[in-house]
């Protein structure tokens, strides 16, 4: 049986393997533990990467590229009109559609905008991640605000049903609340496990009158893409740790400028060793070696 370490590692093996082009310009690397090794497995593969510039989304992600001898770049100042040829990022936990909640590591404003600016984000989890519905086993939906409005948005996340929603505290309590690295707090909001679009067509071709099924906030249930647009519109919030809507590739074919916020592909590494992938067209969960 393989370790939750173990299992990133191979799902970061795999994840590079399958989407790291030798060729590309930008990549996009994200934060967290399962990060590192997505950076190993490009270190691995023994190719030049001279001319690939690394995009952090934070302090700890730009540390891990210089001590790997890769070349970092601020995501500011990337080319005008230039996309990232691929984005590979963690993820707290990943839906059937691939949405995504996003921000347990307070990175969520940064993590945003690279996935977004890339032509395919990449995901790489353990099997803890890879759940049927957000909200099934993490806990709270990620939000970071300015620290002015906090008292605010916890109101206002109340109102659309959130049960005790909170500033995230530092490890000492004494510290105060964490700060991003755009030193806003990040506020992490409970709500009851989201229903998928399909689910709400199931209940209305059915008649069924079950509270919630309507994916627009009855008893705090809420379909994920829904809800990140109500919290997106509360004065004070950055940015949603729900990662909703379209994924790179079906932003280019929508003729957007950008990318989009879902991967194109999650990596989940397996307790028996082997690693499956979920991938945009079904939703479906495969071998990767297959």
């Given at each position: 049986m393989a370790d939750i370490e173990t299992a990133k590692r191979n799902a970061a093996i795999r994840a590079v393997k399958d989407h790291f082009d030798p060729q590309a310009q930008y990549i996009g690397i994200g934060s967290g533990t399962t990060i590192?090794?997505?950076?190993?497995?490009?270190?691995?593969?023994?190719?030049?990467?001279?001319?690939?510039?690394?995009?952090?989304?934070?302090?700890?992600s730009r540390q891990v590229i210089i001590r790997a001898g890769l070349t970092p770049i601020a995501f500011d100042s990337l080319p005008a009109g230039v996309l990232l040829d691929v984005a590979f990022d963690g993820a707290d936990e990943i839906d059937e559609d691939l949405n995504c909640i996003k921000g347990g590591g307070a990175c969520l404003y940064q993590e945003?905008?690279?996935?977004?600016?890339?032509?395919?984000?990449?995901?790489?989890?353990?099997?803890?991640?890879l759940q049927p519905r957000l909200l099934s086993h993490w806990p709270t939906v990620p939000i970071e605000v300015e620290p002015l409005a906090a008292r605010v948005v916890l109101s206002a996340l109340q109102d659309l049903g959130s049960k005790s929603p909170f500033v995230r505290e530092g490890h000492m309590s004494k510290a105060g609340p964490i700060k991003?690295?755009?030193?806003?707090?990040?506020?992490?909001?409970?709500?009851?496990?989201m229903v998928l679009p399909r689910d709400?067509?199931?209940?209305?071709?059915?008649?069924?009158?079950?509270?919630?099924?309507d994916g627009k906030g009855e008893d705090g249930v809420w379909e994920a893409e829904t809800l990140a647009k109500e919290i997106k519109m509360i004065e004070g919030v950055l940015s949603v740790g729900l990662f909703v809507g379209m994924n790179?590739?079906?932003?280019?074919?929508?003729?957007k400028a950008m990318g989009g916020q879902k991967p194109v592909a999650a990596y989940f590494g397996m307790e028996?060793?082997?690693?499956?992938?979920?991938t945009a067209e079904d939703g479906t969960v495969q071998d990767a070696n297959k």
């Open positions: 590192v090794y997505v950076v190993e497995a490009i270190q691995a593969l023994n190719v030049s990467t001279t001319n690939i510039r690394f995009v952090p989304t934070g302090y700890q945003k905008l690279v996935a977004t600016h890339a032509r395919k984000f990449i995901c790489v989890a353990d099997h803890r991640k991003t690295d755009q030193d806003n707090f990040i506020i992490d909001a409970p709500f009851p496990p709400v067509a199931k209940a209305q071709s059915l008649h069924h009158t079950h509270r919630g099924m790179g590739y079906q932003a280019r074919e929508a003729g028996d060793g082997s690693v499956v992938v979920r």
